[in-house]
């Protein structure tokens, strides 16, 4: 599948209080993009820079997870409060190309089971096919000994499918072994 050469995404740049700048992409993340920049700059050009290179690096994680990249969606003028400016930001994946490969090098998963004060987390590693193998670790003993004992748990495609299939594995193994 072949990705378009430039891509554009809308995004907010306010100035923050001790006068650097963040970008924001809401319409990339939804649910953090309005509280958590993607990247800050000394200026305005600075920050715009830096959220180019940042985003290219972002949309490239996407597509090595397996995930489409996400479809643009506007930003409405009236969600902007006083100090943030409406800005689109484009980017390339190619001009970045050499430097992402090294980013991605090593990239894996933490797949984790948070609920009801427990806590347990599973591993995810990309394989020669393209796909996830997702490890648990067996013991805490090995762990403390620097020899975890990995269980090859399932193999996936994509984040969410991992997510699920772990709740299952900790809900329908885990729990009903204590």
Known sequence: MKHPEKLRYPAIIKKDDDGTF??????????????????????KPEAVKNAEKELAFTLAGFLYDNE??????????????????????ETSMASYAEEIKEHLRGRHWHIGYYEHGLDFEAFGFKNARGLWDIFYEESEAGELSGHPDLTHLFTVKTHSEAEEKFKQFVENVILKRS
């Open 68 to 89: 489409e990249i996400p479809a643009t969606v506007p930003i409405q003028k009236e969600q902007l409060s006083d100090g943030m400016e409406l800005i689109e930001v």
């Open 22 to 43: 963040s970008v924001y992409f809401p319409a990339l993340f939804p649910e953090h993009g309005w509280e958590f920049p993607l990247s800050q700059g000394k200026s």
